[in-house]
């Protein structure tokens, strides 16, 4: 169970990137998690509500994308997406495949801010 | 009020990624060979670096070892005996190493006077293998007696891994262990990944092993 460390630093880093809008208030982030990046999204939303409390993430959404893990393989010279991760196949023509292109990745995409009225 | 989206792009993990990158360019300028050793508790971790670090000695290398634990220093007192500097990292509940504990464990070590440097990572199939540590090669370890779907069952690990390490095979006709299902799922996972078939008791496989480890640190230094 990583899951807390990971929206920990979610926390950290949405909490940076805050500094640019000052005031502004967090309503939605935006994940996307490859298939392969062993996060599983009910534990991530648990612990969401958690570590988000008290920061000016507090009471906003999380919003997870999964993504297919994509196999390049040789013999076809082309990318596929696998049909299961118990099997790192090519779709078209079923050769083993290694090399891994899509998959791993475990990113904030982007972030829904409210931002503060601007005195004139 | 106004809303807006704010691009991000951002790795949630970039904070360890970047501390990885650092310390792999470490281990490169020091041309240190270092290995992340990763299994379920008691696949024998600790078994197989206790026999892989008596043999490097007496071959003449110099080798140390990190070893991760929750709580106790029981492993690296196991691996200590062997003569090798060893260093604990206690990660006090957290199950898994992060690059900073690595880096942090790494102070007074002279890096260049080593010619490998294990790291035994906290006994877990899912947790570390979001974590680079600045490894060079990750190790994944398999008991004959926990199961040859294992790979199936853990994908993210066995496809992370770069080489998988079977262990107990002195135990394997004992236990029933289907030596073909267990080669065919981690080749499945992870096509083409080099395999050995070890015992720490008996010594089975080790020689072959040693020469993969030697192998490895003649293409860093090529490199
Ligand atoms: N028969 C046999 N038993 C082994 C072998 N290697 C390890 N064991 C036994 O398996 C048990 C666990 O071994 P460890 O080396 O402590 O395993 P580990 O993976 O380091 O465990 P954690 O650090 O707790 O995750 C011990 O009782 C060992 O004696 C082996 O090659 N053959
Ligand atoms: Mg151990």
Request: hydrophobic share 45%; proline share 3%.
């Amino acid at each position: 169970m990583h899951e807390l460390s990971i929206v920990s630093s979610i926390v950290d880093s949405v909490t940076e990137s805050l500094a640019r809008y000052p005031g502004a208030r967090v309503i939605g982030v935006r994940l996307r998690v490859g298939a392969l990046a062993a996060v599983i999204e009910d534990s991530l939303q648990f612990c969401y509500g958690i570590a988000t409390d008290g920061t000016p993430l507090a009471g906003s959404t999380l919003v997870v994308k999964t993504l297919p893990v994509v196999v390049h393989c040789s013999r076809c010279n082309v990318d596929g997406a696998i049909e299961s991760v118990q099997s790192f196949r090519c779709p078209h023509c079923g050769e083993l495949a290694m090399d891994v292109r899509q998959g791993r990745e475990m990113e904030i995409e982007a972030i829904e801010i409210e931002e503060a009225e601007v005195d004139a | 009020m106004t809303t807006r989206i704010v691009e991000l792009r951002r790795g949630i993990l970039k904070k360890n990624d970047e501390l990885a990158a650092g310390l792999r360019d470490r281990f490169t300028a020091a041309n240190v060979l270092v290995l992340n050793l990763v299994s379920s508790p008691g696949t024998g971790k600790t078994a197989f670096l206790e026999r892989t670090l008596r043999e490097l000695l007496a071959q003449g290398s110099l080798a140390a070892a990190l070893v991760g634990d929750l709580e106790t220093d029981n492993d690296a007192r196991r691996l200590a005996a062997s003569g090798a500097p060893v260093r604990q990292i206690n990660t006090h509940g957290i199950c898994h190493l992060e690059a900073e504990m690595v880096g942090k464990h790494l102070d007074g070590w002279e890096l260049a006077a080593l010619d490998y440097l294990f790291i035994e990572n906290v006994g877990n199939l899912v947790c570390p293998s979001s974590y680079d540590l600045g490894e060079k090669i990750r190790v994944a370890l398999l008991s004959v007696t926990e199961g040859e779907d294992k790979p199936l069952k853990y994908p993210t690990l066995f496809n992370s891994a770069d080489a998988a390490v079977i262990t107990k095979m002195d135990i394997a006709e004992a236990v029933g262990f289907d030596r073909e299902a267990a080669l065919r799922n981690i080749n499945e996972i992870r096509p083409g990944m080099r395999i050995f078939e070890t015992s720490a008791k008996t010594g089975a496989g080790l020689a072959e092993w040693l020469g993969y480890l030697q192998e490895q640190r003649a293409n860093q230094a090529g490199s």
